[in-house]
């Protein structure tokens, strides 16, 4: 064991260059008992969670034209649309039938619907669905809430404000992707920057609205772009402790205009491990079953992975790239048991549900 690997497994704090050693040098192996024994100590019970939602894609028109992305079209395209908010409450209706206690809506920069677009529609959500314990509103990137903020002509912090006045609880970690402005700058022109990104999360973070944070991973990044990644990611939760969760996942090439190949699953799971080895102040890591299907989500457990994410009741994004595994409430149990642990259903707080 290298000398960066027992020091991560002991509990030390990851440095930037005991992260890229953890990349180039230790073995798949390695790195998964590792970061399984850290994994375990922060969460010694032999539960393993996830959470019943549903992913709500209200509308696919994008002015950021990001090269990763098969889901958005421009404005004026004949395939571009708008859910109206009866559509929306349909759709969350549904979901809450099904046992949903999330939320999650996501849509493109799309550049007619300003502060008061959203404002009405999470009122709309609230009149219908008033208590924020049984079903939480997780939506909105940062990205978005940087895009919503300069059309409306308003800072971030009263965009965050208001937004959590009208029925926002927490956001999701979407538009992440690397945070490396040289890398940004080649997948996702159009979005904001790093500095943007972080500062949405740092405001969040002051204003008491909760966070999850990703890695899109596998396109042009370099491993040390990964692991600057990581640590904003680590810096920011050190000063504000907003981020409930972490969650990486792959790029998937198809139908986009970056192309390539997408990463395979011994990447994943070494990036898995390494997350968890650095992410040291972050309680909860998940596992995308999204991306690598049921059989990596399960090994995922063993590599630091605590949470399978969610049911997904819906989920538009990553199908249209090509890639689509579906998991019903039932299976993601039968994966959860069949890795070896008790399965606990969360709500988006990681509080017990069922």
């Not at 990036?271 to 890591?285: G, Y």
Request: a negative charge; charged letters at 20%.
């Amino acid at each position: 064991m290298s000398g960066a690997l027992a020091r991560a497994a002991g509990g030390e704090r990851v440095s930037f260059d005991d992260a890229v050693e953890l990349f180039r040098s230790a073995t798949l192996t390695e790195l998964g008992l590792a970061a399984g024994d850290v994994c375990d100590r922060l969460h010694p019970e032999p539960v393993r969670t996830f959470v019943v939602d549903r992913n709500i894609n209200f509308t696919n028109i994008c002015t950021s034209g990001c090269r990763f992305c098969a889901f958005f079209r421009p404005e004026g395209h004949p395939e571009g649309y708008v859910l109206s908010n009866s559509e929306v409450l349909g759709k969350i209706r549904e979901a809450v039938g099904l046992g949903a206690t999330q939320i999650l809506m996501q849509g493109g920069l799309h550049p007619g619907l300003g502060i008061d677009y959203y404002e009405e529609l999470f009122r709309a959500i609230r009149q219908e669905f008033p208590d924020r314990n049984s079903l939480r509103v997780h939506s909105l990137s940062a990205p978005e809430i940087v895009y919503i903020a300069s059309i409306s002509g308003l800072d971030v912090e009263t965009t965050l404000w208001r937004l959590r006045d009208a029925g926002l609880d927490s956001i999701p970690g979407g538009g992440a992707e690397i945070l490396v402005d040289r890398v940004r700058s080649l997948v996702s022109p159009g979005k904001c920057s790093t500095r943007e990104w972080l500062g949405v999360m740092e405001t969040a973070g002051r204003l008491g609205i909760w966070a999850t944070a990703t890695m899109v991973f596998g396109h042009v990044e370099t491993i040390e772009e990964r692991v600057e990644h990581l640590l904003a990611i680590r810096d920011l939760q050190d000063r504000t402790g907003v981020f409930t969760a972490f969650i990486p996942w792959t790029f998937q090439p198809g139908n986009t205009s970056l192309g390539g190949r997408a990463a395979g699953a011994h990447d994943y799971l070494r990036t898995l491990a390494i997350s968890r080895l650095v992410l040291d102040n972050i309680e909860n890591v998940q596992a995308s079953w999204v991306t690598q299907g049921d059989a990596i989500a399960q090994v995922a457990l063993r590599f630091g992975a605590n949470d399978i994410g969610s049911t997904m009741i819906e989920e538009n994004v990553v199908a249209a790239a090509g890639v689509r595994f579906r998991l019903s409430r039932e299976q993601l149990v039968e994966l959860i048991e069949g890795a070896g642990y008790r399965a606990v259903e969360r709500d988006t707080l990681y509080r017990v549900v069922n």
